[in-house]
């Protein structure tokens, strides 16, 4: 489990290894989101590209 919380990124996906655990946060310093539309026009085009999955 990572003991690290980042204040700035809030997240609510417990399946994400850099979920904080604790609290609805990432553990990451910065992410990355990405678009998997040409034209990203509504949040749903988005995604965060620093997921990965726990195990």
């Not at 700035?8 to 850099?18: A, D, L």
């Not at 609290?23 to 990965?52: Q, R, Y």
Request: hydrophobic share 20%.
């Amino acid at each position: 489990m990572n003991q690290n919380i980042n204040s700035s990124i809030g997240c609510t996906v417990h399946e994400c290894k850099y979920h904080a655990k604790t609290v609805e946060k990432c553990s990451l310093n910065e992410i990355k989101v990405v678009k998997h539309e040409d034209n990203a026009t509504t949040k749903e085009c988005t995604d965060c590209g620093s997921f990965e999955r726990e195990h």
